[in-house]
């Protein structure tokens, strides 16, 4: 799909939550954008936010955490002008309920599996690696965050490779993270770009409480942790992740459109650029189906 193809789709969605023709020509400088964004977008997302509001002047407040539980929050009454999910469905449910409009993919991810950097973990052996009895597996939770979704999906994808496989992950596997309370972050144009929260994955690799950690490829930082070792997972037990921005609906013009202007703005080849240098997959890849 093409970046001019992906921008039509987002106008079709503001068209779906109509403006007043002269909002979008509004200038910058009203009441912040709030964002409630997936976790795993942290790094990337802060980077991409920290140019924006230096090009635009344009002010940003975000909350990070599971997608299931943000979307939870959102269904309560919290605040938000701008979702970005790890998913498609927990946008598509705010959309089918009548609170956002119809959700668009911006980027996507993929698995790896993630162990300390002295493991020979290699992706041709990473199935034999996870049923090896000694392996201790952590994901993150199913339900509330995609990623435990998605690695249960490659459990799932394991059964195909070998019979019997997804039960024995299933049952090992222990659910570590994206369970807890969402994480506000207000950003500011003099933010330092990337900044971003240690990992709590890393901690429980490092202190044994997991051997292997199934999680996404992306990154928090644009350079790999030198600590840990993340191979992707084989071409039979891949899974892809496609992460779906929703533009909330019943909100003031002047919202909606500074929402709509910084959706349009994650699509830009610069900020595409951002997430592919976090590791993320483009969605103008060539690779793309």
Known sequence: MSISRVRRIVALSLFLSPLPPCVAEEAPGGPPLHIHAAGSLGGALRAIVARYQQETGETITMVFGPSGLLREGIEKG???????????????????????????????NTLCATARADHALTTDRLLDHMLDPATKIGTSTPKADPGGDYAMALFARAEKAQKGAEQILRAKARALVGGAPPEPSAMHPNARAGQSAPAPTKKFLLDGTVDLFIGY?????????????????????????????AL????????????????????TPRAQAIFADYNFIPIAAPSEP
């Open 248 to 267: 909330l609906r019943d909100k003031a013009p002047d919202q909606q459109a500074a929402a709509a202007r910084f959706a349009l703005y994650l699509m």
């Open 78 to 108: 919290n605040e938000a002008d701008l979702f970005l999910s790890a998913d498609r469905q927990h946008p598509e449910r705010l959309a089918a309920e009548g609170k956002a409009a119809p959700p668009v993919i911006f980027v996507r």
């Open 217 to 245: 490829c992306s990154r928090r930082e644009t350079h790999p942790d030198p600590d840990l070792v993340s191979v992707p997972a084989p071409e039979a037990l891949a899974v892809r992740a496609d992460y779906a921005l």
